[in-house]
């Protein structure tokens, strides 16, 4: 059973950077695509980046891209999300996603850590 433990959250200022990360455990992600999604208050659940564990191919969504990077770490089965120049509308609860078919089925979800910008 796979199971994803996020860490990182917390309270930053606007242009603050914050990394979040994600243990990944219970099989082998080599097949699989990993993602970070996030919800804000009273909003629906958004897709934010994702890398193919194979080969590292990114994706990221337009309000992010050029601030977020997306990472894995093989050896620590991690993933990570580096958010740079944060803005008060990335206020969310940050979640790690797992795919293993690689095409957008994103079926385990970690609890999720709350990252807060003020400004």
């Known amino acids: 059973q796979v199971q994803l433990v996020e860490s990182g959250g917390g309270l930053v200022q606007a242009g603050d950077s914050r990394r979040l990360s994600c243990a990944a455990s219970?099989?082998?992600?080599?097949?699989?695509?990993m993602g970070w999604f996030r919800q804000a208050p009273g909003e629906e659940r958004t897709f934010v980046a994702s890398i193919n564990w194979s080969d590292g191919r990114t994706v990221y969504a337009g309000s992010v891209k050029g601030r977020f990077t997306i990472s894995r770490d093989n050896a620590k089965n991690a993933v990570y999300l580096q958010m740079n120049s944060l803005r008060p509308e990335d206020t969310a609860v940050y979640y790690c996603a797992a795919d293993p078919s690689g095409q957008g089925q994103w079926g385990d979800w970690g609890q999720g850590t709350q990252v807060t910008v003020s400004s």
């Open positions: 219970g099989r082998s992600f080599r097949n699989f695509a």
